[in-house]
Structure formats: C-alpha cells, structure tokens
C-alpha cells in the first residue's frame, strides 16, 4: 500500500471508530508493523490532523475533522463509479443522468494517476435487461418520499385486480427488470412492496405521514428483518 493510501485509511479508520484504537489493532487493519503506524500517526499530527492520544492507550480523531473532498483509493474509486455505472443504466432519466454527471465529476476531480482506475476498471455491471414503463414520476416521486406525502395510486395485482390504495413511500428499489415501491398501505394496514410498472394511475396528494419519515424507515427496516430475514441497518 502507498503511504499516501494508508495515511488516508488510518484517517478512515479513526473516523470510523466507537473507541480509541491502539497503535496495533491499526497494524492488524493495514497489515503493517506497529513501528510504521506510530510513525505514521507522528506524520498526521505534525500535518496538523487532530489525533490525539498515546501509545499504548490508543488514538482518537476529533469528530469536527473534514478531509478534503475526493481522497479516494483506487478500490473505493472503483466502487464509486460501478455503482454509478449500475444506477444511470437501470434508474429513470433523471437519475441516471445524474449518475452520469457524477462520474464525469469524480473524473475531472482526482489526480491524473487514479483516472485508470474509472476509464479501465477491473469490474462491470452486466447490461440492463429491458424493463416495463413506469407512469409515475419518479423525479416527483423522490421528492415527496424526503417530504414524507402521502401518495394515492390505482394498482393492478397479478390477478389483474385493481384497487385504489393511499399508500406511504418510504423507498425505490431497483432491480434488473422492474423497480419496487416500499410503503405503509393504508388499506392492508402494514408495509407492502409494489412493482411500479403494475401502478396504473397515481395521485401526489400532499398530505403528511402521521410519522416522521425516519420512524418510518426504522419500521420497515424492522419488519423487513423480521418478516425476511433481511437486517437493513448500517
């Protein structure tokens, strides 16, 4: 590893830790010696990083500290602009336009010595499978699932029934094929995951959820756990 690379993640690191880290449970994330991360957080301090502790009680890095903008090693580059890749792909115009002006951005920005890394990546998305249209607004849509609205949508089960449900979004899913719609339905009274290209009609309504958006979120992270097995949290 680079020394520029591994000044940056023991900075990483230290951001992303609960509790001082010694200098050797540093080494055993670097793969380095001891030797080299005391004199590599000697380096940060005389740099004017705000590290403060000792050897053998551990170091700690002032939550208030900002890096500048784009220290990105190569993987993190990498994964950066795959994902990128995936979203202006399979997302709907507006945000995969965005996806693009995002890795025309990162292009621009890093040094000349990382750009490789986006122009010949090691890794690709395969290509998109088409997928159904969709007759909501997706950019609307985004909007009113930050605002936390009410949304009210006709929906075509896969029986081809339709019914009229006022529905709270919480999140999009995308897939290869089609994209889902999370939200609290008022009419089952629990979470329900809807296949936008079955709703035939929607209505932005403007009126608020009865929660906070974040309460919500934590809800349908819960049920998903517990009705999937799926554990959402970071």
Sequence with gaps: MRRADRLFQIIQILRGAKRPLTARALSEELETSVRTVYRDIADLMAQRVPISGEAGIGYVLDRRYDMPPLMLTPDELEAAVLGAQWVAQRSDPALARAARDLIAKITAAVPERLRPYITEPTGATPPPQSAPADVLNAVQLREWIRVGRKLRIGYRDEQGRVSERTIWPVLIGYADTVRLLAAWCELRQEFRHFRMD?????????????????????????????????????
Excluded: C, N
């Design 198 to 234: 079955r709703i035939s009609a929607a209505w932005f309504i403007g009126e608020p959820y009865e929660l906070q958006r974040r309460t919500l979120m934590a809800r349908w992270k819960q049920h998903m756990k517990q009705t999937r097995g799926v554990d959402l949290s970071l």
